[in-house]
C-alpha cells in the first residue's frame, strides 16, 4: 500500500474530514462551558477556530504565492543568459 494508490488517498482524504468534522463538534462543548469566554464576540462563535484556521491558511498560500513570488521570480531566459 504506498502513497500513490487512490484507495489510500480516498483514506487519508475521508480520515482527516472526520477528525475536521469531530473537531468542530468539540467546538460545540467548548463553547456551552460555563468557564469558557469569548475575548473578542467573534471568537465566541460555532466553528471559528475551523473557519479563521481556514482563512488564515488561504491568505497565507496567495501571499506566498503572489507577494513573494514577485520578489523571487526570474525571467525565463535567466539560464540562457
Known amino acids: 500500500m504506498?502513497?500513490?494508490?487512490?484507495?489510500t488517498i480516498r483514506a487519508l482524504w475521508t480520515g482527516?474530514?472526520?477528525v475536521l468534522a469531530l473537531l468542530v463538534l468539540a467546538d460545540f462543548?467548548?463553547?456551552h462551558d460555563p468557564h469558557h469566554h469569548a475575548h473578542f464576540g467573534?471568537?465566541?462563535?460555532?466553528?471559528?477556530?475551523?473557519?479563521?484556521?481556514?482563512?488564515v491558511c488561504a491568505v497565507m498560500v496567495l501571499v506566498s504565492k503572489f507577494v513573494i513570488g514577485l520578489i523571487?521570480?526570474?525571467?525565463?531566459?535567466?539560464?540562457?543568459d
Open 42 to 55: 467573534v471568537d465566541g462563535t460555532f466553528g471559528f477556530y475551523a473557519w479563521y484556521g481556514f482563512g
Open 29 to 31: 462543548w467548548v463553547m
Open 2 to 7: 504506498s502513497l500513490e494508490d487512490p484507495k
Open 72 to 80: 523571487l521570480k526570474r525571467k525565463d531566459t535567466y539560464y540562457d
Open 16 to 18: 482527516s474530514l472526520v
